[in-house]
Protein backbone atom coordinates (compact mmCIF):
# COMPACT_ATOMS: atom_id res chain seq x y z
CA UNK A 1 0.00 0.00 0.00
CA UNK A 2 1.51 3.34 -0.85
CA UNK A 3 2.10 5.34 1.67
CA UNK A 4 1.65 9.49 1.63
CA UNK A 5 1.81 12.45 3.87
CA UNK A 6 -1.48 15.19 3.80
CA UNK A 7 -0.25 18.49 4.06
CA UNK A 8 -3.77 19.39 5.58
CA UNK A 9 -3.35 17.24 8.63
CA UNK A 10 -2.63 19.65 11.42
CA UNK A 11 -2.59 17.14 14.28
CA UNK A 12 1.14 17.04 15.42
CA UNK A 13 0.82 13.54 16.12
CA UNK A 14 -0.11 12.63 12.40
CA UNK A 15 2.83 10.50 10.68
CA UNK A 16 1.54 9.93 7.60
CA UNK A 17 -1.50 7.35 5.49
CA UNK A 18 -2.65 5.20 2.89
CA UNK A 19 -5.69 5.07 0.77
CA UNK A 20 -7.77 3.69 3.95
CA UNK A 21 -5.58 3.90 6.80
CA UNK A 22 -4.39 6.42 9.01
CA UNK A 23 -0.99 5.98 11.03
CA UNK A 24 -0.44 8.47 13.83
CA UNK A 25 1.95 8.89 16.95
CA UNK A 26 1.28 6.22 19.76
CA UNK A 27 0.94 6.75 23.30
CA UNK A 28 4.73 6.59 23.87
CA UNK A 29 7.96 7.24 21.75
CA UNK A 30 8.48 3.58 20.56
CA UNK A 31 4.30 3.19 19.76
CA UNK A 32 2.80 3.76 16.66
CA UNK A 33 -1.16 3.32 15.85
CA UNK A 34 -2.09 2.19 12.63
CA UNK A 35 -6.07 3.05 11.88
CA UNK A 36 -7.86 0.93 9.15
CA UNK A 37 -10.78 2.71 8.58
CA UNK A 38 -12.41 0.08 6.01
CA UNK A 39 -12.72 2.88 3.71
CA UNK A 40 -11.42 6.08 1.86
CA UNK A 41 -14.67 7.89 2.40
CA UNK A 42 -14.63 6.89 6.28
CA UNK A 43 -10.89 8.07 6.79
CA UNK A 44 -11.47 11.31 5.06
CA UNK A 45 -14.83 11.59 7.20
CA UNK A 46 -12.60 11.26 10.30
CA UNK A 47 -9.83 13.56 8.86
CA UNK A 48 -12.49 16.32 7.93
CA UNK A 49 -14.22 15.82 11.65
CA UNK A 50 -10.56 15.64 13.43
CA UNK A 51 -7.27 15.74 11.94
CA UNK A 52 -7.57 18.67 9.70
CA UNK A 53 -9.41 21.23 12.28
CA UNK A 54 -6.70 22.89 14.82
CA UNK A 55 -9.69 23.63 17.22
CA UNK A 56 -10.63 19.79 16.92
CA UNK A 57 -7.70 17.23 16.56
CA UNK A 58 -7.80 17.49 20.16
CA UNK A 59 -11.01 15.74 20.64
CA UNK A 60 -9.69 12.87 18.09
CA UNK A 61 -9.72 9.48 20.68
CA UNK A 62 -6.68 9.13 19.27
CA UNK A 63 -4.84 11.93 19.91
CA UNK A 64 -6.10 11.86 23.56
CA UNK A 65 -4.65 8.21 23.64
CA UNK A 66 -1.06 10.06 22.92
CA UNK A 67 -1.31 13.22 25.15
CA UNK A 68 -1.52 10.78 28.01
CA UNK A 69 1.34 8.69 26.98
CA UNK A 70 2.15 5.99 29.37
S1 LIG B 1 -6.46 13.73 15.03
FE1 LIG B 1 -6.31 11.62 15.74
S2 LIG B 1 -6.37 10.33 13.89
FE2 LIG B 1 -5.92 12.46 13.27
S3 LIG B 1 -3.70 12.56 13.14
FE3 LIG B 1 -4.29 13.23 15.21
S4 LIG B 1 -4.20 11.41 16.49
FE4 LIG B 1 -4.20 10.74 14.34
Redesign the pocket.
Known sequence: MKHYVSAE???????HEDACE????GFSDSVR?H?CFGSKKRKEE??DK??HDIK????????K??AEGE
Do not use: D, G, I, N
Not at 56 to 63: G, I, K, M, Q
Open positions: VKCPFYTLHCMVVHKYCRYAECPLYSA
